[in-house]
């Protein structure tokens, strides 16, 4: 499986992004594909994940009513919509997906069999 993230760049504080993850290879209704960041200096943390092919979705809290997660399954991409972003938010992006992910394991890159490229999202204040 292969995935490529996209859609980064600078933007204003409050403005908005979208990222896209497209993934390619054998994947199927079980694949969970998972967006995590990493700060400059600092540990790459969870932002949001839908469960498989859509049943569920998670966010962290930071960015619970900011970001929104959707994916279109035939076409094995996912989005990530960050609106009203911060100077926070800065960090660079990446898409990571699993066959055999547990959703207790969600949230926890090192459970991830596959990674993108990352993308730059960096937000001025």
């Known amino acids: 499986v292969q995935l490529q993230a996209s859609g980064g760049g600078l933007v204003q504080s409050g403005g908005s992004l979208r990222l896209s993850c497209a993934a390619s290879g054998r994947t199927s209704s079980s694949f969970t594909i998972t967006w995590f960041r990493q700060a400059p200096g600092k540990e790459r943390e969870f932002v949001a994940a839908f469960w498989r092919s859509g049943s569920r979705t998670y966010y962290t809290d930071s960015v619970k009513g900011r970001f929104t997660i959707s994916r279109d399954n035939a076409k094995n991409t996912v989005w990530l919509q960050m609106n009203s972003l911060k100077p926070e938010d800065t960090a660079v992006y990446y898409c990571?997906?699993?066959?055999?992910?547990?959703?207790?394991?969600?949230?926890?890159?090192?459970?991830?069999?596959?990674w993108g490229q990352g993308t730059q999202v960096t937000v001025s204040s």
């Open positions: 990571a997906g699993s066959h055999t992910l547990i959703q207790s394991s969600i949230t926890t890159a090192g459970q991830y069999d596959y």
